[in-house]
């Protein structure tokens, strides 16, 4: 099978691209399988940010279930212009 803890460029794991990219259904079968939601890429910046940066919304939800106390992330989606990401 797949290594979800592979480190691809930038040092960006599975998770990490997933949400980026808003693959949220992809997010939420790589957590279902335990990626870690608190993986960082080569710049410190997790999927939670990544997908509040891009404004992927179920990206997002999927992510908050999984690790609630993180929602201090939602404030980098409205500096980002993303503002439906606070809802």
């Excluded at 939420?28 to 080569?42: E, H, P, T, Y």
């Amino acid at each position: 099978g797949a290594n979800s803890c592979y480190r691809g460029e930038f040092g960006a794991s599975p998770l990490i691209r997933a949400a980026e990219q808003g693959h949220s259904s992809i997010v939420v079968l790589l957590l279902r399988f335990k990626s870690s939601v608190n993986a960082q890429d080569d710049n410190g910046d997790s999927a939670l940010l990544w997908a509040c940066r891009m404004g992927h919304i179920e990206s997002v939800k999927a992510l908050l279930a999984a690790h609630p106390e993180e929602f201090f992330f939602i404030v980098s989606a409205s500096r980002e212009g993303h503002e439906e990401t606070r809802r």
